[in-house]
């Protein structure tokens, strides 16, 4: 079940939430509206679900070429998963997940034999068999977000909505229980879309990433395209660290792996796993920099180094055995090789 969002705008006052949002969600994929908090993500997952409305007049919800926006929620087959579970307390982990089957009208209500045996078959996809007589408190973090995602599985959902599903857990269960809804959405291929502000959780397990920032999407794509080609300055800083280097001294003495980076305006990003560092050789090519901080713990070494002329201080990532070789000390000079960077005014040459 696809969904589509047309010129989505939402508004609380004076306060833009959405400025006329457009969507596309494949059917059957795990999508993550990724941005940071403010950026309209949430507000756009509860407009999808029917929980909030839009605008009035301002677009469009269609699930698989149907149009929902004027849908109430209960009536839109969707599955919502809230980041804090909203379990009932009082209420068995069977009696929680068979809750939306059993409020249904007795007429559309299935047979309680049918609704214990949906009940069962949803425990053991979601690893909690043998654990139907427990209530919540009773559980971990990662245990009651599974109820909550088999509740909201009960009702057949067409599409699954999750917001911040992990936001709640430490980060040790968010690492688990994500690789485990990577590999559970390859069992069921539900359409899903779920909000996160964890750039390395939508990174991870996404099989698209939708990237908003102040009431827009800034960019779609795979994972790995958004990593790699970010369309804008915000993608490219929002996913993960990066170098912004600016001034004409630093960018005229960059070099790349086939010669100098010219940069005649504007700024250079550069990712810090994507410097080499050489040792300083007068006269070789390269931006000249001195150590400042070394940090090796961990498989991985960080050097923070101050670039010369400017004065701009780049933070460095290389391997612990790259480093050994270097045998750097504080306050050494060494050479900056860049090899790969971006500018996003075009105005550069390799």
Aim: proline share 6%; net charge neutral.
């Amino acid at each position: 079940m696809s969904v589509h969002v047309t010129n989505i705008r939402k508004t609380f006052g004076t306060f833009t939430a959405l400025s006329g949002v457009d969507l596309n969600v494949p059917a059957g994929k795990l999508v993550a509206l990724l941005g940071p908090s403010g950026s309209g993500k949430t507000t756009l997952l509860r407009i999808i679900a029917g929980l909030d409305q839009a605008d009035p007049g301002s677009g469009q919800i269609s699930f698989h070429g149907e149009d929902v926006t004027n849908v109430p929620a209960g009536k839109r087959k969707v599955g919502f998963v809230f980041q804090h579970y909203a379990l009932f307390r009082h209420m068995t982990v069977f009696e929680n997940i068979a809750f939306g089957l059993n409020v249904r009208p007795r007429r559309d209500r299935p047979p309680a034999s049918e609704i214990a045996d949906r009940v069962h078959k949803l425990l053991k996809l979601v690893q909690l068999e043998g654990l139907d007589a427990r209530f919540p408190t009773q559980l971990s973090g990662g245990q009651r977000q599974r109820v909550a995602l088999a509740r909201a599985l009960a009702v057949e959902p067409k599409v699954l909505l999750l917001d911040e599903p992990f936001g709640a857990l430490d980060a040790k269960v968010r690492k688990d229980l994500r690789r485990w809804l990577r590999r559970f959405h390859e069992e069921i291929h539900l359409t899903t879309l779920f909000v996160t502000h964890d750039q390395e959780e939508a990174l991870e397990i996404a099989d698209e990433v939708v990237i908003m920032n102040q009431a827009k999407v800034e960019q779609v794509g795979t994972p790995q395209e958004v990593y790699d080609r970010p369309a804008s300055p915000f993608v490219y800083q929002f996913l993960g660290n990066v170098n912004v280097l600016g001034g004409a001294p630093a960018l005229a003495t960059a070099v790349g792996p086939h010669g100098p980076v010219l940069v005649r305006d504007g700024q250079l990003y550069v990712r810090p796993h994507d410097i080499e560092v050489a040792p300083y050789v007068p006269g070789s090519s390269g931006l000249v920099a001195e150590v400042r901080a070394i940090h090796s713990a961990g498989p991985q070494a960080r050097l923070t180094v101050e670039q010369l002329p400017g004065r701009e201080l780049v933070e460095v990532e290389l391997s612990r055995a790259e480093l050994v070789l270097l045998a750097l000390n504080v306050n050494d000079r060494v050479y900056l090789r860049l090899r790969q960077s971006h500018s996003f005014n075009h105005d550069y040459a390799i």
